[in-house]
């Protein structure tokens, strides 16, 4: 599907004048890193295609660190323009709001409903909202599949049904449009975002569920995320993401995440998971060899950073343990591990890593399913 069109509705009803959804949505953690993105993108049918990935990622989705989005609809008479509040922790959050407005106007053409209500939209983290944690994916990703939930209340009273698979594709390509990587936080566990020869179904407008064998090694993958700086970013993704346009190293680097997601495919198959640590650890320290060697170059990792990774080489080193570390774009780290040697390891985060966290914090999560409904009223 390379086509924008398939997701504009014909018509709706509008006959709905007022309710509410609430749905979760997860952080998740990229294994093959996004990082710069095709701006303006032509496809074959001459559309304009916005917020398109460079080379393709694939995701771990996250349980327990997610966010949770009410949204409460009433139909208004003025529908010249977008009305909505924005609640964080329920109060009201000003400095939040033009990125909501952003958002709601590129996705105005594929949801023509929006300006007819009034929207309140009251949402919170489950982690600590300074921790360091992007919450921008799973926060526009809970957004997005509200605005879905009212969409398939609209298209119903027509007369039609939205289908399961219209309703989450619809919902990745919308959340796309807030965050990118929020396109792979509406399914789980393993999601691809990103069109790829070897994967089916992968799409460069929306994330898909991995669709070949999982083996058991990667079910119930542990993420313990240890927190070393929780202060604001001094370089923010969307800076980083332009800095690779001209980038020297780039073309190499979008190349080298083809291959990296190409090897995964059979690695997933087979368990492999000395060969899964060589990759993951190998695209997270890319990422961030990316931001160095970009004009203007910065530096995210801290100090801490390495000492942790370190501590993590040194003790798979010595006990053959297959814990592993990733990042995202900042300074926390992700270790990655089976769930069958979870005591083992989590021993060694508090006895060896905590130090390095600062105020000693770290959230200890799990692979999870993507979105869940809480509220359909």
Same mark, same amino acid.
Not at 221 to 235: A, N, R, S
Not at 252 to 269: G, T, V
């Given at each position: ?38 701006e303006n993108q032509l496809n074959d ?9 460079? =080379?393709?990622?694939? $995701?771990?989705? +996250? ?6 989005? &009410?949204?409460?609809?009433?139909? *208004? %008479? ?88 219209y309703f989450y594709k619809k919902a ?25 020869? =070897?994967?089916?179904? $992968?799409?460069? +407008? ?6 070949? &064998?999982?083996?058991?090694?990667? *079910? %119930? ?157």
């Amino acid at each position: 599907m390379s086509s924008s069109k398939y997701f504009i509705p014909s018509k709706y009803s509008q006959s709905i004048e007022k309710g509410a959804f609430s749905w979760s949505a997860p952080s998740n953690i990229a294994l093959v890193k996004y990082w710069g993105k095709i701006e303006n993108q032509l496809n074959d049918k001459g559309e304009i295609l916005t917020q398109i990935p460079a =080379n393709p990622s694939v $995701s771990f989705t +996250l349980n327990s660190c997610k966010t949770e989005t &009410k949204l409460a609809f009433a139909k *208004k %008479n003025n529908n010249g323009e977008f009305s909505f509040d924005l609640l964080f922790e329920g109060k009201p959050k000003e400095d939040f709001k033009p990125k909501i407005q952003k958002f709601l106007e590129r996705i105005e053409i594929y949801l023509p409903f929006l300006k007819d209500y009034h929207f309140t939209i009251d949402t919170q983290n489950t982690f600590p909202h300074s921790s360091g944690i992007a919450s921008s994916a799973s926060g526009m990703a809970a957004l997005a599949i509200n605005f879905m939930s009212l969409e398939k209340l609209l298209s119903r009273n027509f007369g039609t049904e939205i289908t399961d698979d219209y309703f989450y594709k619809k919902a990745s390509f919308l959340a796309r449009l807030g965050s990118g990587s929020a396109c792979r936080s509406i399914k789980g566990s393993l999601v691809v975002w990103g069109n790829h020869k =070897n994967i089916k179904g $992968s799409s460069d +407008l929306f994330g898909v569920e991995f669709p070949n &064998k999982i083996h058991d090694n990667f *079910k %119930n993958y542990q993420d313990t995320i240890l927190l070393v700086d929780k202060g604001e970013k001094q370089v923010s993704s969307t800076v980083g993401h332009d800095l690779m346009h001209g980038h020297p190293f780039a073309e190499k680097r979008f190349a080298q995440a083809h291959e990296n997601l190409d090897a995964l495919i059979s690695i997933f198959e087979s368990g492999d998971l000395t060969k899964f640590i060589k990759i993951v650890e190998s695209e997270a320290l890319t990422l961030h060899a990316m931001m160095m060697t970009s004009l203007p170059y910065f530096i995210l990792m801290k100090p801490n950073t390495l000492e942790i990774i370190n501590a993590i080489w040194k003790f798979r080193n010595e006990t053959q343990i297959p814990v592993c570390f990733t990042l995202d774009a900042g300074a926390n780290v992700h270790v990655l591990y089976p769930e069958n040697v979870k005591d083992k390891v989590l021993t060694f985060i508090k006895n060896k890593l905590v130090g390095y966290c600062q105020n000693g914090q770290y959230i200890c999560d799990e692979i999870g399913f993507g979105s869940q409904l809480i509220i359909d009223n």
